[in-house]
């Protein structure tokens, strides 16, 4: 499979850079004193093996030293990284919850941003529900998408707005992935809150009542589901606009509705989402993936 390549944009705290020629001999000497440790390290522990070579403490700890301190072994996990459909690349981290999200969903979806869901509970404190990350093929992207805007637009915003709303109307695969933060959350919440937001989605998009199809969807959270932290529901629409519904890997339910998906994505990168920096990281990511 070719590899493909862009940043991450997503917004994350960074370690000052060595900025200076003084600091920069300083970041270099301190990494040579590091290296230098570990060779040294590595060294005595060959010496000891070769001097007792039948003792297994001294053998694992040889093991562990140049297993782990090779020179040739890269220690560096850059937060601002590239992702490749060939690599095996870092997850990313959701910094307020410590959620951490694969870059690559089901082998060819790439993360293109991830936010949080909050609600008010009784009009006083925001609760934390739950962490989600946006996925979207990269197939299916390029194939649907790039001919759309190959042109300029009248503004760079304008252009991310507008490529956003094709990635939620074309028939390109996608997940939302939503992992639990607050541990007590009961699965009858969530189908109160789905029946809330997506109810008005629908309406909002279909211009009438969708009660029987919002009710196919919100029956599948089950009231024998349990959801504890670190539960995770997938919300994954397939070819033909088939909404898949997971939950801990387990497939609850499918629906075949452009409308119902249109409307759930909504809820995530829409004008009105839940987490606007998600939704920019979206359109931001979407639009360097597309101009690779």
Known sequence: ?????????????????????????????????????????????????????KNPFLENAMNFLLSNFSPSKNHSSPLWGSVS??????????????????????????LLGIGLRKKAIFGLKNIDYYAFGVYADDGDVKKCLAQKHVGPSDSELKQKEELRDHLMENDIRMTVRLQIVYGRLSIGSVRSAF??????????????????????????FKDDIKIPRGSIIELSRDHGYILHTTIDGKEVGSIQSKLLCRSILDLYIGDESFDQKAKEDVESNLASLLHK
């Open 1 to 53: 499979m070719a590899s493909l390549r862009f940043p991450f944009l997503f917004s994350q705290p960074q370690k000052p850079p060595c900025s200076t020629t003084a600091n920069a001999s300083s970041c270099s000497f301190s990494t040579a004193v590091v290296a230098g440790g570990s060779v040294v390290a590595a060294a005595g522990a060959i010496i000891a093996i070769t001097q007792s070579p």
């Open 85 to 110: 459909l060939a690599d095996n690349p870092a997850p990313i981290t959701e910094s307020r919850t410590g959620m951490s999200f694969p870059s690559i969903l089901k082998e060819s979806q790439r």
């Open 195 to 220: 029946e809330e937001s997506v109810g008005s989605r629908l309406l909002k998009f279909g211009g009438y009542d969708n009660k029987e199809l919002l009710h196919r969807f919100t029956s599948q």
